[in-house]
């Protein structure tokens, strides 16, 4: 949903992702579905061990944790919850009441860090404040496990209609369980639990692996990422050789070419081609043998979608072209905050030109 939407309609969503945007912390994918895993654990931890009607209140909290897109809007969806948590009969009585309100606090709090309406859509997506409705919602799912727990021992064994069949069944099953592992000794248990916390940090890895993200996430500006921002319709000189994709220091990306051709043949070959089809020049100077021509390029629809400049000059074997450019809008970059923050610090050091 991120590459869907503006930044600042990223800042709208009461999604995890939404919270890490108002916490400062750039909204990872992997982390995201940590949050996700979690908020699914909890919920079935109510499911395990709580009544049915508690179940049912920790169903519609999850309903809104669960889901990777959610906005401002749609957690109003917190009456349904809200009303089944007065019919849940939860214990300790006092507690049903205190969910409410720090809920209605919590509620408010996030709707008043929400920045809504919007002054600029185009501004960087950034909040008010911290959105306190999602680690409170986890929280309150957490609080009806345990205080479901102390409901299902008190009535266990009765009949009531209350009864989550769920917990029934895995009381059952416990039952038989612990009959089975009654001998099991205190080693064979400690190896188990190794083994478990292994596999669950092998499988968060893999994840972080398949998924490129964590300490396997790729360079955005890394040779590959580079070429592949290139639009095919660039006039890269003819039988020239990529020397260097990387980073830029006017604009985000940069590639290099050498090519053994003079750079006076290279140059007007380059100017006919960026005045022709979707590209158009926009400015031309020649800084002490050193051409540098700036170039629009324009999509099917007319507005500008990449703009760059074009270095030509003379080098030992014949002749050296850069290009750096930006893709439009500039939120089709990845890392291009953190880049031209570190433009500017560069810009900003003493002694810098």
Same mark, same amino acid.
């Given at each position: 949903s991120r590459d869907m939407h503006l930044p600042m309609q990223q800042a709208w969503q009461y999604s995890w992702q939404g919270f890490l945007i108002s916490a400062g912390i750039e909204p990872n994918p992997l982390l995201v579905f940590d949050l996700i895993a979690l908020s699914a654990a909890a919920v079935l931890l109510v499911w395990i061990k709580a009544p049915l009607p508690v179940a049912k209140v920790a169903a519609a909290i999850?309903?809104?944790?669960l889901v990777p897109y959610s906005t401002f809007y749609n957690w109003c969806l917190l009456t349904v919850p809200a009303a089944l948590l007065l019919r849940a009969d939860l214990r300790?009585?006092?507690?049903?009441?205190?969910?409410?309100?720090? $809920?209605?606090?919590? %509620? @408010? *709090? +996030? #709707?008043?860090?929400?920045?809504?309406p919007a002054v600029d859509m185009f501004a960087e997506g950034e909040t008010y404040g911290l959105y306190w409705i999602q680690p409170f919602a986890l929280l309150s799912v957490f609080a009806l496990a345990i205080a $479901?727990?102390?409901? %299902? @021992? *008190? +009535? #266990?064994?009765?009949?009531?209609?209350?009864?989550?069949?769920?917990?029934?069944?895995?009381?059952?099953?416990?039952?038989?369980?612990?009959r089975r592992r009654s001998d099991r000794s205190a080693p064979a248990m400690a190896r188990s639990a190794t083994a478990a916390v292994m596999v669950m940090a092998g499988a968060y890895f893999l994840s972080a692996y398949v998924s490129q993200n964590g300490p396997f996430a790729p360079d955005p500006f890394g040779r590959q990422a580079v070429l592949s921002a290139l639009p095919d319709d660039f006039p890269a000189p003819p039988e020239a050789e990529v020397a260097e994709a990387g980073e830029g220091?006017?604009?985000?990306?940069?590639?290099?070419?050498?090519?053994?051709?003079?750079?006076?043949?290279?140059a007007g070959l380059l100017m006919q081609k960026l005045n022709d089809g979707n590209w158009q020049v926009v400015l031309?100077?020649?800084?002490?043998?050193?051409?540098?021509?700036?170039?629009?390029?324009?999509?099917?629809?007319?507005?500008?979608?990449?703009f760059g400049e074009v270095q030509v000059g003379s080098s030992e074997d014949g002749s050296a072209v850069g290009f750096e450019f930006v893709p439009l809008p500039t939120n089709r970059v990845p890392g291009f905050d953190e880049w031209i923050k570190k433009r500017d610090a560069a810009r900003a050091a003493p002694g810098a030109p």
């Amino acid at each position: 949903s991120r590459d869907m939407h503006l930044p600042m309609q990223q800042a709208w969503q009461y999604s995890w992702q939404g919270f890490l945007i108002s916490a400062g912390i750039e909204p990872n994918p992997l982390l995201v579905f940590d949050l996700i895993a979690l908020s699914a654990a909890a919920v079935l931890l109510v499911w395990i061990k709580a009544p049915l009607p508690v179940a049912k209140v920790a169903a519609a909290i999850g309903m809104l944790l669960l889901v990777p897109y959610s906005t401002f809007y749609n957690w109003c969806l917190l009456t349904v919850p809200a009303a089944l948590l007065l019919r849940a009969d939860l214990r300790p009585r006092l507690l049903a009441p205190a969910l409410l309100g720090l $809920g209605g606090i919590a %509620a @408010a *709090a +996030t #709707q008043n860090a929400t920045p809504y309406p919007a002054v600029d859509m185009f501004a960087e997506g950034e909040t008010y404040g911290l959105y306190w409705i999602q680690p409170f919602a986890l929280l309150s799912v957490f609080a009806l496990a345990i205080a $479901g727990q102390r409901m %299902a @021992a *008190a +009535t #266990q064994g009765n009949l009531l209609p209350n009864v989550n069949p769920v917990v029934a069944a895995i009381e059952r099953a416990r039952a038989i369980a612990r009959r089975r592992r009654s001998d099991r000794s205190a080693p064979a248990m400690a190896r188990s639990a190794t083994a478990a916390v292994m596999v669950m940090a092998g499988a968060y890895f893999l994840s972080a692996y398949v998924s490129q993200n964590g300490p396997f996430a790729p360079d955005p500006f890394g040779r590959q990422a580079v070429l592949s921002a290139l639009p095919d319709d660039f006039p890269a000189p003819p039988e020239a050789e990529v020397a260097e994709a990387g980073e830029g220091d006017l604009l985000p990306y940069r590639v290099e070419w050498q090519t053994d051709q003079p750079a006076g043949e290279v140059a007007g070959l380059l100017m006919q081609k960026l005045n022709d089809g979707n590209w158009q020049v926009v400015l031309t100077e020649d800084d002490e043998g050193l051409l540098k021509v700036r170039a629009a390029r324009f999509g099917l629809d007319g507005n500008m979608d990449l703009f760059g400049e074009v270095q030509v000059g003379s080098s030992e074997d014949g002749s050296a072209v850069g290009f750096e450019f930006v893709p439009l809008p500039t939120n089709r970059v990845p890392g291009f905050d953190e880049w031209i923050k570190k433009r500017d610090a560069a810009r900003a050091a003493p002694g810098a030109p």
